[in-house]
């Protein structure tokens, strides 16, 4: 039997609405809920001669190799690299330890939300390197006054920290103003390393990481001392976020013995900055790069001791503690990078959907066989009420013809709906009741017309 045009309209009508729903759903799940993820990402590194800069090309060819453009924007150093985040203008960047909200209160909530910057985590130690040419920096700094000092480019944390120490042993006032004729110069990387080396500088003080150039190339400069703290224990009590480390004898040249004894230096971590508008995929992306980076045994520290969730400036990012607890998000793990995100964002759709259609589905056929119900015995009512009314009276002619378009309505309702199977028997007996009232109308319709009874 063919399907009646209303049906076949109606069930068009449902799997539009259906579509029509899905599509809306993928669109507010892939737009709204879980976008996907941009395709350049910004890194704020440091001076292009700085170790920073040279971590940040690393990462840069990693993340290429995944599809995603990272963009390095050099800087004159860390305080740059914060004010970027903080407008804005980056979205990663590489911060110096000492300079965040917790190390500057390490009573602070780890969990504030007084800063957008999150923590990925920190990827190296940062020592401060004081090298010098024929001065004798025991115990303290206090030698250098009057001497010509390069301190750092103007700005940056690496100038900050430099001050801060030249401040306690009296080297510059509370404003950072020199004192006693010594003359500050702010030039750090290369050149201020070149300025050492060529004796236009006395001293020079660096917070970098001991893979950065101008470290690499003092440690091995003939006539240049590296400074050994006596006070190293004592500073890391005025200042938490800084810590002990040593530099041991010939781990820079062995054949040289450089050093020629074990070195205490005071050292800073550097810290791995997002801002928490990041792309929660891309901020995963970043964590593995800073292990391919960063996990490699150095001077100053061990295998797998970088990248860590420990000793982090800001409040560790949601990403971030996922990933050190539970290592790469599952999928990553075994699909590449885009296909993962995908397949993700895909799931994030199907399972509200599928949690929302079955119960609909299951709910459906019975809403439909209570409405298909409904309306047979709607029809049942109808005829039973217009039966009651024959057997009272006799119907004139408008009337009966009002009652036949009735009938025939009913009829045609039911010829067009699509009842199921196993409401055949209530649709055969309704459509007989509708020709047995259809056949007392016509008898009555055949019955003479009684005379009118006289009045009075």
Request: proline residues 7%.
């Amino acid at each position: 039997m063919a399907i009646p045009a209303r049906s076949r309209r109606q069930q068009i009508a449902f799997w539009l609405a259906l579509v029509a729903f899905v599509a809306v759903a993928t669109w507010v799940v892939f737009k709204r809920v879980s976008p996907a993820p941009p395709r350049t990402l910004t890194l704020s590194t440091g001076g292009t001669d700085g170790a920073y800069h040279a971590f940040g090309k690393r990462y840069q060819e990693i993340l290429r190799q995944q599809g995603v453009t990272l963009v390095l924007q050099p800087s004159s150093g860390s305080l740059e690299n914060l004010q970027r985040l903080n407008d804005g203008r980056t979205s990663v960047a590489f911060v110096q330890g000492g300079l965040g909200t917790l190390a500057l209160d390490p009573l602070a909530d780890a969990d504030t939300d007084t800063t957008p910057l999150r923590s990925l985590a920190t990827v190296a130690l940062e020592p401060v390197w004081i090298f010098s040419r024929a001065l004798t920096l025991q115990p303290g700094l206090t030698a250098l006054k009057g001497r010509r000092v390069a301190v750092g480019v103007a700005g940056s944390g690496n100038q900050k920290l430099a001050l801060d120490l030249l401040r306690i042993y009296g080297v510059v006032d509370a404003a950072g103003q020199p004192l006693g004729g010594t003359q500050l110069v702010e030039t750090g990387g290369s050149a201020a390393a070149s300025q050492l080396i060529g004796g236009e500088v006395d001293a020079a003080l660096f917070v970098a990481a001991p893979q950065a150039a101008a470290v690499a190339q003092l440690l091995k400069a003939p006539g240049v001392q590296l400074a050994s703290l006596e006070h190293a224990e004592g500073l890391t009590r005025r200042y938490p976020y800084l810590r002990l480390v040593s530099l041991r004898r010939g781990s820079v040249d062995p054949s040289l013995d450089r050093p020629g004894r074990d070195i205490t230096l005071l050292a800073t971590s550097a810290n791995l900055v997002m801002h928490e508008d990041v792309h929660p995929a891309l901020a995963y992306l970043l964590l593995e790069a800073a292990r391919a980076v960063h996990r490699q045994p150095g001077l100053l520290n061990r295998t797998d001791d970088f990248p860590s969730a420990t000793g982090t400036d800001f409040p560790l990012a949601e990403e971030a503690d996922r990933y050190f607890k539970n290592g790469r998000p599952f999928l990553q793990r075994y699909l590449p990078f885009w296909v993962a995100n995908f397949v993700q964002r895909l799931i994030l759709l199907l399972v509200p959907l599928v949690a929302v259609l079955v119960p609909l589905f299951r709910i459906l056929p019975p809403l439909l066989q209570w409405r298909q119900s409904s309306r047979l015995f709607r029809h049942y009512g109808e005829l039973k009420f217009l039966e009651a009314d024959m057997a009272t009276r006799t119907l004139d002619a408008a009337e009966r013809d009002r009652a036949r378009a009735q009938l025939d309505r009913i009829a045609q309702d039911v010829m067009s709906t699509p009842f199921p199977l196993d409401f055949s028997d209530r649709v055969y007996t309704l459509r007989q009741h509708v020709d047995y009232v259809r056949a007392q109308l016509s008898r009555q319709a055949d019955r003479p017309e009684e005379p009118p009874r006289p009045q009075g």
